[in-house]
């Protein structure tokens, strides 16, 4: 059984900070990228940040300078820091497993509210 468990998200004013937790369990971590995706109401789901079990990362441009992701093989969890915080990072946050080099084998958690306002 495979699962991904998201928590973190809360309601925070601009300029703030939150991390996201993801705890996988069923997957061989160390064979998957994992990665963070956002979707904001009445927009597509977006990619925000990506790492690999070697620690290369990847960022959208609106959040490079703010947001930082990392992973834990010991726990078996990617993590998410969000600093400086902006209403338009408002979305519910969606942790991603995708497998290094096999197509189709790709997991999704069920997400997270962030919502940044005053």
């Known amino acids: 059984q495979v699962q991904l468990v998201e928590s973190g998200g809360d309601l925070v004013q601009p300029g703030g900070s939150l991390r996201l937790s993801c705890v996988t369990s069923?997957?061989?971590?160390?064979?998957?990228?994992m990665g963070w995706y956002r979707q904001a109401p009445g927009k597509q789901r977006e990619r925000v940040a990506r790492?690999?079990?070697?620690?290369?990362?990847d960022y959208e441009d609106s959040v490079k300078g703010r947001f930082t992701i990392s992973r834990d093989s010991a726990k078996n969890t990617v993590y998410l820091q969000m600093d400086n915080l902006k209403p338009e990072d408002t979305a519910v946050y969606y942790c991603?497993?995708?497998?290094?080099?096999?197509?189709?084998?790709?997991?999704w958690g069920q997400g997270t509210q962030v919502t940044v306002a005053s």
């Open positions: 790492i690999n079990s070697g620690h290369t990362r």
């Open positions: 991603n497993a995708a497998h290094e080099y096999y197509d189709g084998r790709e997991y």
């Open positions: 069923g997957i061989i971590f160390s064979s998957y990228i």
